[in-house]
């Protein structure tokens, strides 16, 4: 763990399991990190990305803000797969939002993503590990046959039960954007 954290703090880019599928992650404030993602993932950079945590105070800078209702909306749904895209206000960089008012995020349940995230300090870029277009990892060797000896380090584990990748639904609106 502390090796696959040295690698995000140098600029690196690792897999890991997740909740359903394996993701790659990496420092979402270094934008050649996310460029490498991006590229990785054949991706453009409007889409955005998914920023992962360990724990609801990871995500403090984005939604302490947010009126009780939602942030209750959160709390009964996380820790867990399910994504919710709330205001960013200019608090994440542009290649992490992509071409939205809003940014994805998601304090997961799975233990090695947690641990990674507590291990690097704060949440983490989360992108299902495969390229655009093909299916997502679900074993360590799948994401080893898509980007080999690309990657800066690839954690041990299996992914967790849930069928699919995480649930993605608009905090304003409740609208499901992917289910």
């Not at 205001?87 to 990674?116: E, K, M, Y």
Request: proline share 8%.
């Amino acid at each position: 763990m502390r090796a696959a954290a040295s690698a995000l703090q140098a600029g690196g880019v690792v897999a890991c399991p997740t909740e359903a599928v394996w993701g790659l992650s990496c420092d979402p404030e270094n934008d050649e990190a996310v460029a490498r993602v991006l590229q990785l993932k054949g991706r453009p950079v409007e889409k955005g990305l998914i920023l992962v945590a360990a724990s609801v105070s990871q995500l403090g800078f984005l939604i302490s803000e947010l009126p009780a209702d939602q942030r209750q909306l959160l709390d009964d749904s996380w820790p867990g797969p399910n994504t919710w895209l709330v205001p960013h206000r200019n608090r994440v960089q542009p290649w992490i939002h992509g071409a939205f008012d809003t940014v994805a995020v998601r304090v997961s349940s799975h233990p090695v993503v947690r641990s990674l995230c507590r291990a690097f300090g704060g949440p983490l870029v989360s992108t299902s590990a495969n390229p655009a277009g093909a299916q997502p990892a679900r074993c360590g060797f799948q994401v080893l046959r898509y980007f080999g000896g690309e990657l800066d380090g690839l954690l041990p584990g299996a992914v967790g039960a849930a069928g699919r990748p995480s649930q993605i639904r608009d905090l304003k609106t409740g609208r499901v954007i992917r289910a």
